[in-house]
């Protein structure tokens, strides 16, 4: 049973352009995560989603950020025209549901803003 | 602020020591978990204690809560290398789905 999944690894932008971060969440899970993570401090919630709705996107940037999960295929955060603030860690978590359990973490996309 | 803050911020201990870290929060909290990160990579779940729960093992760790001061710890018992690693707590309120994490220990285990 795979892991989350989150690709690309490592993404490098110029300011101004648009990044696209994926997330696979683990099979038979229906809720993802995503939380920001700046050097040296601990990660951030941003937004959760199920199945073609957002649930809470309290953490996420009013500007520029968007996250979407469609009923087929990854769940996919957006940012448009990138900024050198927005370099970060960016980790997808997901769970079998949104009840104060365990979230499973994927290995994290590193976006570097030149 | 943050919700979750440990202490120390960094640790180095010799290879077989114990290790304590220490995990203080603000609000009531429905659970608390201890998460590890490697360097440069994902998080890794360690252990779950509930707020009615007041001890938790899990092969060489050790979990307590103190939910009358807010606060937990976590001890790993004859470290080794391999557990060189930041370590967060993270926390969840009644009703929340959200995790709210410290800034983290980092753990530098000597060989």
């Known amino acids: 049973n795979a892991g989350v999944m989150q690709n690309p690894r490592h993404l490098v932008r110029r300011r101004g352009q648009e990044a696209r971060l994926r997330c696979s969440p683990m099979?038979?899970?229906?809720?993802v995560y995503w939380y920001r993570q700046l050097p040296e401090e601990g990660l951030k919630f941003m937004v959760y989603?199920?199945?073609?709705?957002?649930?809470?996107e309290s953490g996420m940037p009013k500007e520029r950020f968007s996250a979407e999960f469609p009923k087929e295929g990854p769940s996919i955060l957006r940012i448009q025209q990138v900024v050198r603030g927005d370099s970060a860690a960016y980790f997808c978590?997901?769970?079998?549901?949104?009840?104060?359990?365990?979230?499973?973490f994927g290995p994290g996309t590193r976006l570097t803003v030149l | 602020s943050q919700q979750g803050e440990e202490d120390p911020q960094a640790l180095s201990i010799q290879e077989g020591e114990n290790a304590t870290m220490n995990c203080s929060y603000k609000?009531?909290?429905?659970?608390l978990q201890w998460y590890r990160q490697n360097s440069g990579r994902g998080l890794v779940h360690l252990i779950l204690?509930?707020?009615?729960?007041r001890e938790k093992h899990s092969g060489r760790l050790r979990v307590t809560l103190d939910t009358s001061k807010k606060s937990s710890s976590l001890l790993i018992t004859a470290s080794r290398a391999a557990d060189t690693a930041s370590y967060f707590c993270?926390?969840?309120?009644?009703?929340?789905?959200?995790?709210?994490f410290g800034k983290g220990t980092k753990l530098s285990v000597i060989p």
């Open positions: 978590a997901s769970s079998p549901g949104s009840l104060l359990g365990e979230q499973f």
């Open positions: 989603l199920q199945k073609e709705n957002i649930i809470d």
């Open positions: 993270a926390t969840s309120g009644a009703g929340s789905y959200q995790l709210t």
């Open positions: 099979k038979g899970h229906s809720h």
């Open positions: 204690i509930r707020s009615n729960e």
């Open positions: 609000t009531s909290i429905n659970n």
